[in-house]
């Protein structure tokens, strides 16, 4: 089992929609949590950062943790063709390295 | 602008060829690291680096090298004993040490290595 899983699409959606990524986990010692947009032929840009369970918004985007289900979900509200990448979540103990999701390609029709 | 600038975009290499991707920060980070992208695989962990002259092994460091002459630099070697190296190579920083060990990564734009 990986230690993070995540759908990979792809993800169409009419523009405006509300849209709804998901990771879940299985090491129960991940403290921290990360959303990274990545666009074609880019490096993964940094969306979101949250620690422990709980919700945490930022403009159109909010990630939210549940812990006790050990699952992370990124929603984005009124999607925009430029919303259109690749989503990657990622998680860390308190140690530095990352575990990261494969990545959910979503693609905003106009 | 601060920021993480990797050369060059594309890259080709021959057989039996080693080939260095370079990584280069202006962000004062303490640590560098050295991602492999792969279509439906995820980031995977080459090598990473928390201080200067000191590294470690990440998940697929076989076929790889680094070195960490400087705080800004992190190049990578891709040796001819990676028998699989066309991928999208990544490379990351970030605070760390003490308290700032929690702070997230920051990406650089990449190197796409192809054989020829």
């Known amino acids: 089992q990986k230690e993070v899983e995540q759908d990979p699409g792809p993800l169409s959606v009419p523009e405006g929609a509300i849209v709804s990524l998901n990771c879940t986990y299985s090491?129960?010692?991940?403290?921290?949590f990360m959303w990274y947009r990545q666009y074609s032929r880019k490096g993964p840009e940094l969306l979101m950062y949250?620690?422990?369970?709980g919700n945490k918004e930022d403009g159109r985007f909010t990630a939210q943790v549940d812990k006790s289900s050990k699952y992370i979900s990124l929603f984005i509200r009124d999607s925009q063709p430029s919303d259109s990448a690749t989503y990657l979540c990622a998680m860390k103990t308190g140690a530095n390295n990352l575990f990261f999701g494969t990545g959910t390609r979503l693609t905003v029709i106009p | 602008d601060g920021g993480i600038t990797q050369s060059p975009k594309y890259l080709f290499r021959k057989e039996g060829q080693n080939v260095t991707l370079s990584c280069e920060q202006n962000?004062?980070?303490?640590?560098m690291y050295w991602y492999r992208q792969d279509p439906g695989q995820g980031l995977r962990l080459i090598y990473y680096?928390?201080?200067?002259?000191?590294?470690q092994k990440g998940d697929i460091a076989e076929g790889y090298s680094v070195s960490r002459e400087k705080k800004e630099s992190f190049p990578l070697t891709v040796t001819s004993a990676q028998k699989n190296p066309t991928a999208f190579y990544l490379c990351?920083?970030?605070?760390?040490?003490?308290?700032?060990?929690?702070?997230?990564?920051?990406f650089g734009d990449g190197t796409r290595l192809s054989i020829l």
């Open positions: 949250t620690y422990s369970s």
């Open positions: 090491n129960s010692a991940f403290q921290y």
């Open positions: 990351a920083s970030s605070y760390y040490g003490g308290g700032s060990g929690n702070q997230p990564q920051h």
């Open positions: 962000l004062n980070h303490d640590a």
């Open positions: 680096s928390q201080i200067v002259n000191d590294f």
